[in-house]
């Protein structure tokens, strides 16, 4: 499979702090990053889709300006997460879509643990 | 969204054992589908993906595809205690890069 990098893997911030998670595919080129967020005990939540040098689709619900997002480059997209607060503390996920033969495969980062205090 | 169904288990069965998991999709255009293994604390893992009714094998792994029921299945043979993940399905409508839809996912535990 792809190789998909998430950094930092875990994070303890202080409330009101902000946070920048990277996430890069290693061995081949994304246009299209997606990222997640994953609660205990409950299934993933798609966040927002990153395209390559466009703006990023935000899911309903997901406020924006909170979750910054930037992908800059085909093997680079960033989340930031401004003014964090306790209730953000998550595990994020990042995916990065790669085409094989006529169809695109996703392949998730091992993700970053979010601690807000 | 359209809605991807499993069942959340947890599924046991013994070691050495076939393990069957099912899953329904609500969106008849669904084109692409997917299952993903995911333990504890980690994040998912890609491995099967399915895209034309039938079977596929790989390995231990064998994916179902029956689009007229809309229905996937993964059924793992001589299941082993490193299977015990939670296992989920997804869904995409497209080829193409958009999101995949997945399910609650089933927690499969295989006793020794």
């Known amino acids: 499979g792809a190789v998909v990098s998430q950094h930092p893997s875990r994070v303890i911030c202080k409330s009101g702090t902000s946070v920048k998670i990277e996430c890069r595919s290693l061995?081949?080129?994304?246009?299209?990053m997606f990222w997640y967020r994953q609660f205990p005990k409950k299934s993933l939540m798609l966040m927002a889709t990153?395209?390559?040098?466009?703006?990023?689709?935000?899911e309903q619900g997901v406020e924006k300006d909170k979750f910054l997002i930037n992908h800059a480059s085909l093997t680079l997209s960033t989340l930031t997460v401004t003014s964090a607060h306790p209730e953000d503390s998550s595990f994020y996920i990042c995916?990065?879509?790669?085409?094989?033969?006529?169809?695109?495969?996703?392949?998730f980062g091992p993700g970053t643990r979010l601690t807000v205090l | 969204q359209k809605e991807v169904e499993q069942n959340s288990g947890p599924l046991s069965v013994p070691e050495g054992a076939i393990a069957s998991l099912n899953c329904t999709y609500s969106?008849?255009?669904?084109?692409?589908f997917f299952w993903y293994r995911q333990y504890s604390g980690k994040s998912p893992e890609l491995i099967m993906s399915?895209?034309?009714?039938g079977d596929k094998e790989d390995g231990r792994f064998t994916a179902q595809l029956n689009k007229a029921s809309q229905y996937v299945s993964l059924l793992i043979r001589d299941s082993q205690p490193s299977d015990s993940a939670t296992y989920l399905c997804?869904?995409?409508?497209?080829?193409?890069?958009?999101?995949?839809?997945f399910g609650k996912g089933t927690r499969l535990s295989v006793i020794a």
């Open positions: 995916s990065a879509s790669r085409l094989r033969g006529s169809y695109n495969e996703q392949f």
């Open positions: 061995d081949f080129q994304a246009t299209t």
């Open positions: 990153s395209n390559e040098g466009s703006k990023a689709t935000y």
């Open positions: 969106d008849r255009g669904s084109q692409s």
């Open positions: 399915i895209y034309s009714n």
């Open positions: 997804a869904v995409k409508r497209s080829r193409g890069n958009t999101p995949l839809v």
